[in-house]
């Protein structure tokens, strides 16, 4: 096959403080697209007349769409010049936005949700340009504090939704996001340095390469499959935890969206895993970030007196947890391969939210079924058998 050479073609050699922390404003105001809808699942669903047994669909559709975009989308910014790519997404995700707020029948919700994240994947190409701007010695911070932004916009989402939808109904969240992007395509059009691959290969074999990389390099394996187990338990809980502080402790959704807000401390993680990496100490991080997930859960059984704080405490536990083994998981895959990064961080992506995807798409028939105490049962579960698979191939020779 066509082999794809370094990259190199960069207005801006290095990530200056300026613009990581532009990447992570644009990267957090993107990603929050995919959450909007989150915490509003209930105001949604009967407004459209969807079933509350399909309510979840709405979160698990979006984040399908978002991996479907990783696979087919982000591969491109190995072949195709970048800044141009991340404005024509985000362009489409401004239109889909505004799709949403003027549904009123299921289907076409449920496929503009689909278009919402298939359209919101410029924050993967961000991504890989500023590892591909970072210095080896400083390449896991940077990517890093990237995450922060992105991370923060993810868990930002949620409360701002919630905010939103209390004061003026759930349609206006999706015109304030559309309006976000509209902000968000001007400051790329006119900070994003350009980015055009050296390539000589077709956008089939682009494709046909993921394949081969799949089978090329185990890391990228172990580590996409920790994480799609780690991000469908965060999925399953935050689809799910909504549903329970509605219910039965009947709080608003301004009162959630301030429950959320606390869950945005984990974000801190982000820059903690790429120090740690940086330094040298990836395996103990990961050891860590994976007991913690399953333990998260045990919270509300030290402290049943005080349910909503536990419930708080899982939620910031939980996203340490999953945000730390995320970013550890980018840094040691983009020194796989330097000229096939974006590729590598579409595999590495696409496996993630597929199981965030499934993780959505159960909340609401298992808390249904079974109310919290069962998503606490299957939420601790899914982490353990990262952990197991983590434990067990760190003992291979």
């Keep these: 096959m066509t082999s794809l050479s370094d990259p190199t073609h960069l207005n801006h050699p290095t990530m200056s403080r300026a613009m990581v922390a532009l990447f992570a404003f644009c990267c ?154 509209v902000a968000i395509t001007l400051i790329m059009a006119r900070t994003i340095p350009h ?63 301030v429950f959320a807000l606390v869950g945005a401390i984990g974000a801190i993680a982000a820059p903690i895993a790429g120090r740690l990496a940086d330094a040298g100490h990836t395996r103990r991080a990961s ?19 005080y349910s909503v704080v536990a419930l708080a405490l899982t939620g910031v536990l939980l996203d340490f947890a999953v945000q730390m083994n995320m970013v550890l998981g980018q840094r040691i895959i983009y020194g796989l391969d330097a000229n096939s990064r974006a590729r590598l961080n579409a595999l590495y992506v696409t496996s993630i939210f597929v199981g965030g995807a499934v993780g959505s798409a159960m909340a609401s028939s298992v808390y249904e079924a079974g109310g919290w105490g069962l998503v606490m049962k299957v939420g601790s579960a899914i982490p353990l058998v990262a952990l197991v698979a983590f434990l067990f191939n760190s003992r291979k020779p």
């Design 195 to 257: 980015r055009q691959p050296d390539h000589s290969a077709t956008y089939g074999q682009l494709l046909a390469s993921l394949g081969t990389l799949v089978r090329r390099h185990g890391p990228l394996r172990q580590r996409s499959f920790y994480q799609a187990l780690m991000f469908a338990t965060f999925s399953l809980f935050w689809t799910a935890v909504p549903l329970e502080l509605s219910r039965q402790h009947g709080l608003s959704q301004s009162q959630i969206a």
């Design 28 to 181: 957090g105001a993107i990603v929050a697209n995919i959450y909007y809808a989150q915490p509003i699942i209930e105001l949604i669903a009967p407004d459209i007349q969807l079933s509350a047994h399909g309510a979840s669909l709405i979160v698990s559709l979006t984040q399908i769409g978002y991996a479907l975009g990783i696979f087919f989308l982000v591969p491109l910014a190995d072949l195709l010049e970048n800044r141009k790519l991340m404005l024509g997404t985000t362009l489409l995700a401004t239109v889909s936005l505004i799709g949403a707020a003027l549904s009123s029948q299921p289907s076409v919700f449920l496929i503009v949700s689909l278009l919402i994240g298939f359209s919101s994947v410029s924050v993967q190409m961000l991504i890989p340009l500023a590892a591909h701007m970072a210095s080896e010695q400083t390449r896991g911070s940077v990517v890093g504090s990237i995450m922060g932004g992105l991370l923060v916009g993810i868990l930002l989402a949620r409360p701002l939704a919630s905010v939103i939808a209390d004061h003026f109904g759930w349609r206006a969240v999706f015109y304030v996001a559309a309006a976000v992007m």
């Design 287 to 305: 050891l860590l970030a994976m007991v913690l997930a399953p333990v998260s859960f045990t919270t509300a059984l030290v402290h049943p007196a």
